[in-house]
T-cell receptor, first 117, second 113 residues
């Protein structure tokens, strides 16, 4: 399996621009998570989906952030408008707790490093 | 409010010696704990976990200890190898959270040859 795929790997944009991050989970995984990593707060959960339905978006910092999962193999995280304080590494992860693996083992993508100037 | 805390941002250890990474938590509902390892430019990968019904779990060179009364867990790596140099994240969850992990801020381990 190719693992969790994220694109782009790096994104540099100017304040006020719209940014869209993309994620393809591991095939067969029915949970998908979006995280943000910063030095100050470590890995923060932004939102997660189960069977394409958003379950918990309490970590989404502001209305400028939105996430969608139109089908089982694709999800987007959008920031509109972007601000310099959004600069961070954004990770997508997926898991399938019913597959007999360890409970709560999540598989992470390589991340998207976002820089907002 | 950080529910999972890793108070040491970094740790340096000589190759062959023991590395001890620490993690504290505040939420007494947490019943499952995990350690993830992260290399630069890669996503975190699962390393080892422990249920709250245990106080120790061992996997090769890696052992996790859980002290529920102190709300503290630690990861021991013996012996440490240069390839262990990475950021280590502690994470916690509880039964009602349905796969929602709460991560700490991470500790950068540097193993010197």
């Amino acid at each position: 399996d190719a693992g969790v795929i994220q694109s782009p790997r790096h994104e540099v944009t100017e304040m006020g621009q719209e940014v869209t991050l993309r994620c393809k989970p591991i095939s067969g995984h029915d949970y998908l998570f979006w995280y943000r990593q910063t030095m100050m707060r470590g890995l923060e959960l932004l939102i997660y989906f189960n069977n394409n339905v958003p379950i918990d978006d309490s970590g989404m910092p502001e209305d400028r952030f939105s996430a969608k999962m139109p089908n089982a193999s694709f999800s987007t995280l959008k920031i509109q408008p972007s601000e310099p304080r959004d600069s961070a590494v954004y990770f997508c992860a997926s898991t399938n707790p019913t597959a007999g693996g360890r409970r709560d083992t999540q598989y992470f993508g390589p991340g998207t490093r976002l820089t907002v100037l | 409010d950080q529910q999972v805390k890793q108070n040491s941002p970094s740790l340096s250890v000589q190759e062959g010696r023991i590395s001890i990474l620490n993690c504290d938590y505040t939420n007494s509902m947490f019943d499952y704990f995990l350690w993830y390892k992260k290399y630069p430019a890669e996503g975190p990968t699962f390393l080892i976990s422990i249920s709250s019904i245990k106080d120790k779990n061992e996997d090769g060179r890696f052992t996790v200890f859980l002290n529920k009364s102190a709300k503290h867990l630690s990861l021991h790596i013996v012996p440490s190898q240069p390839g262990d140099s990475a950021v280590y994240f502690c994470a916690a969850t509880y039964g009602g959270a349905t796969n929602k992990l709460i991560f700490g801020t991470g500790t950068l381990l540097a193993v010197q040859p």
